[in-house]
């Protein structure tokens, strides 16, 4: 699993901030001062305080073949889906290109465009065919594309129990033999205040910006950024593999309240517990077992009670008053990611399984009256379940789609100790600096998190568990220490031309193992945004510089360094617009190289003046 969410660009960083129990939410940045700052609550005055993740303009455009133009013109809820997916690819130690050609599905749970819109209504010169890059059905095919995945690609859409319900139709594609693996995502990146003003009106919003999951003084939630993504695979074809399973979904459902409240916008009770009876009817798990539920918990007034009152009837009876229903909200934290709430919720449950604990909820000192709290507790505190714990993960849709996945822990994995052997630990990246930084990376994580696996399988993961790029650096050692000694000092150069051998048998070389975690790769960003693109004197040099991807020459065709036919077209534009000349569709279409494109773009200007 992966994430970049306010205060947290990986799941380790989330667990450190529920752990401290930090409220992530903060005033608007200056740079969204346009979108969120702009929103109005209820009673008139300004909601500037939300859940905001840092640098969602950021990319790394060449790692992933992209030019200066496409990385600007690309929605960044794409680019940020890329980064992370590679990222949970990584975590669970299954290799990108080991997918290739596979039916392996995508499924993004996702209800909102607001980087396309908001170009949309600039007018209609802003509606250029660069746009169409941008659709909400691009999130998913994207990614299928660049990983060329071949099973089913969807953009869910049931308002805020999007990603949870997108995890609930990977289940079903994986149990039915469709899919072999599914990568499941949740995106939301608030870029625009209209949807906000309108939640504003109908009293969604908390005036100050905190969600007080289960309080007496609850007043709505605080929007947030988020982008979560998460691997699913079958659990025995994950443990032959020898992958990193970090937990187990054991059932889940869906279900739609029908005409069971009183109207589609309002929640009902009985749909609630329709849902949660029928999601442990999946697992096959007694409600009774359950140790914690990661809530909805948006920290609405009319919400919350309805939401508890399930849960207490559901699962919160027959339980002794030493071992209550522990109930929390990732919200408090955060704020409410909205379509990527359910699987922000679901990321959080898997860590509370994995470190056998749960953090407080925040902001909810003072307990709803309307509330039977028989059973049920927020904790307020961190607090021990048991090593073999139950979870359950919940979300809630306006659009009356209720969502609930049973989570399980995982068996610790076997592993055996050192014995003294010395192991190449091979690390690789796309750039020279990537690298460096990579090496850095790995020599603090095995002085930290990574002292805990054994040298072994650290080694073999390297090895085996990651793409092998061009720029490589081997070192070898029998202990953590050895190795992060020799990273300081250097590569082992005869050792990295021996490994980088296509004839070496790199598992005969480890012999069998399990997965053990790494640092995931260190992109090399920068900004890319509409207006922040410098022009440049040289026509020739600001259009290869916006849309070609680096390593070309003179002679380089332009379809091979990523200036294709919907390039031109965005070419076309631009240059219209800098020139204030009409361009010919066919003379451009006509430029094959580099240097054709240079000439045309020279003689153009030269004629313009």
Known sequence: ?????????????????????????????AERDDSAASLSTGTGGPASRGGFVEG???????FFGMSAAEATALDPQQRLLLMCAWESLEDAGIVPEALRGTRTGVFVGNSRADFLETALQQGLSSATATQLGNVRSLLAARLSHVLDLRGPSAVIDTACSSALTAVHQAVGSIRSGEVPVALVAGVNLPLRPDE????????????????RFGSADADGHAPADAVAVVVLKPLEAALADGDRVRAVIAGSAVGNDGASSSSVLNPSLEGQLDVLRWAHEDARIAPSEVDFVEAHGAGSPLLDPLELTALGRCMGTFRSSRRPLLVGSVKSNLGHAEAAGGLVGLIKAALCLEHRQVPPS???????SDVDWSGLSIPQEITDIPQRAVAGVSAQGSSSLNAHVVLRSAEPARREGDDGTRWPLVLSARTPEALAELTRACAEHLAGPGAAFPVRDLCRSAALRRTRFEHRTVVIGATHQELIEALR???????DRFLGAESVDREGLFGPGVHAPLPTYPWQTRRYWPGDEPEGDDPAEWLLGKHARTGFDQDSTL???????????????????????????????AL????DLCRWARQLTEVSR
């Open 56 to 62: 969602v303009a950021d990319f790394d455009a060449e």
């Open 196 to 211: 906000g003003v309108m939640m504003s009106h109908a009293g969604a919003l908390s005036p100050d910006g905190r969600s």
């Open 1 to 29: 699993m992966s994430c970049r969410l306010p205060g947290a660009a990986s799941p380790d960083h989330l667990w450190e901030l529920l752990r401290a129990g930090v409220d992530a939410t903060s005033e608007t940045p």
């Open 559 to 589: 379809a091979d360094i990523g200036i294709d036919s919907l390039a031109k077209l965005q070419l076309m534009v631009e240059v219209q617009q800098r020139t204030g000349r009409e361009v010919d569709p066919e003379e451009l279409a």
């Open 489 to 495: 000092t250097g590569s082992t150069s005869e050792l």
């Open 362 to 368: 925040l902001h909810a000192e003072l307990p709803r």
């Open 592 to 595: 094959r190289t580099v240097r």
